[in-house]
């Protein structure tokens, strides 16, 4: 497993390229899947090194639609980001895809969790950690289960903000799956967007934060 040695001035692992944008699915039971139009952003997925290490952002994303919102936040803060990613990618066929994200939710309710690549050594730094993901079978993304599972001691006591995207299943259960993995963090306000409020992503995302009271720091 390759981890990531996080600190406030320096990122010292790069991640592999995410795909591209997409709007998710409209059953509230499935994952992402269609894609939309480009967002103009041509930088490829992966750590970004930010000024401000008060903030980190971990996400996962199939179709891009979690990594916009992961990148929108990351532009607003000015903070680190990093894209948890599974040992054996998704296939790129969709039922497959689909087959093999319920396969893998039905084992972790039994406590079996799914390989991931990425590690992080330590959240001492951080003042919140952004966790974004998509909804899957009304629930987490089972990549960031995974990740909540691994550092569920290195998360205890810090703050989580969790942000999720969906085509239009609420965030209600995957709030849940994370208070069960790391039941000693602090959970502030979560942010979901559907289908339907993706759209106005640029306005949402910095309201949210602005409640959240997380803000770019002056350098």
Known sequence: MKKLFLIPWMLLTTLAVTTACGEPHPSSNEPEQTRPEDDGNDEEGGNVNGADGRYLVLYCSRTGNTERMARTIQSTLDCEMAEVEPAVPYDTDYNAMLDRAQTELEAIAQGDFPAITTSVESFDNYDIIFVGYPIWFGH????????????????????????????????????????????????????????????????????????LGAGREEH
């Open 140 to 211: 987490m993304a089972s990549p960031m289960q995974a990740f909540l599972h691994d550092h569920a001691a290195l998360l205890a006591g810090k703050r989580i903000a969790l942000f999720a995207s969906s085509g239009s299943s609420g965030i209600g259960t995957s709030e849940r799956d994370a208070a069960a993995l790391v039941p000693e963090a602090l959970f502030e306000e979560s942010l979901l967007l559907t289908s339907g409020s993706l759209g106005s992503m640029a306005t949402r995302i910095p309201a949210w934060l602005e409640e």
